[in-house]
């Protein structure tokens, strides 16, 4: 799914994140927000939870305390990146890939 070249695009543009968040004072930045919903689950038992039926709000707890982490630091703007279900119109395209 996505973009064709996206990746490739993007390679030239990345550079090593820095650990000090005033860096990004005032800045956009987006996160692969997957990536903290699967630390989320890590945290506690969350997967465990989640795995078994129970009600849990670790996974999302972990996302907002992240969150705020960064809008705290002076960040102006947090992107949240989700990475969808496949699209009935893009089957071909996803075949393709």
């Known amino acids: 799914?996505?973009?064709?070249?996206?990746?490739k695009t993007l390679d030239q543009l990345q550079r090593p994140v820095s650990?000090?968040?005033?860096?990004y004072r005032d800045k956009r930045i987006?996160?692969?927000?997957?990536?903290?919903?699967?630390r989320g689950l890590q945290a506690g038992n969350a997967a465990m939870d989640?795995?078994?039926?129970?009600p849990t709000n670790?996974?999302?707890?972990?996302?907002?305390?992240r969150l705020e982490v960064l809008l705290s630091a002076g960040v102006a703007e947090v992107v949240l990146v989700f990475d969808g279900c496949p699209l009935?119109?893009?089957?071909?395209?996803?075949?393709?890939?």
């Open 1 to 7: 799914m996505g973009i064709n070249g996206l990746l």
């Open 19 to 23: 650990q000090d968040l005033s860096e």
């Open 30 to 38: 987006a996160v692969d927000t997957y990536v903290w919903l699967h």
């Open 50 to 54: 989640v795995v078994t039926g129970k």
């Open 58 to 65: 670790l996974h999302l707890n972990y996302c907002v305390r």
């Open 88 to 97: 009935p119109a893009k089957l071909g395209v996803e075949d393709d890939r």
